[in-house]
């Protein structure tokens, strides 16, 4: 690791770490991913994407636009992180998986395959909330 090169990096949240940019599998530069986490050469990580903490990412997956991973995060298989979604704290993401633009994951969460869209998720607390309002 180029410390020297590269020196701390702040990241979208405003957290400082050690970091360098990612090089996608084409040769193009890609985002910033932090000395702590990893990034296998398979992956892409778009320019304005990142990893950091102690996240991985693996097997082909695809960290696109504004979309950060973090925590202790693992992303492995031709999963898609769409544009602004935010992974954190233990995260696994596998399978062949779409987490749409805007979507958090955090906690313990666990995507095995599918699609994940913040709409749909309002959507279904909107459908939990009336539920819980008929029961009143």
Do not use: M
Request: proline share 2%; net charge negative.
């Amino acid at each position: 690791f180029d410390r020297l090169r590269y020196g701390k990096h702040k990241f979208i949240n405003g957290d400082e770490a050690y970091a360098r940019p990612h090089t996608n599998p084409d040769g193009t530069i890609g985002g910033w991913v932090a000395e702590t986490a990893t990034v296998d050469a398979t992956c892409w990580v778009a320019e304005t994407a990142e990893v950091k903490e102690y996240a991985q990412v693996a097997d082909g997956a695809k960290v696109l636009g504004e979309a950060s991973v973090g925590g202790f995060a693992r992303i492995n298989g031709p999963v898609i992180l769409d544009d602004w979604c935010t992974i954190t704290d233990d995260v696994l993401i596998e399978g062949s998986a779409l987490i749409a633009g805007g979507t958090i994951l955090a906690g313990r969460s666990h995507v095995d395959h599918g699609i994940v869209d913040d709409d749909d998720i309002h959507e279904y607390l909107l459908q939990i909330n009336k539920k819980i309002e008929r029961k009143k």
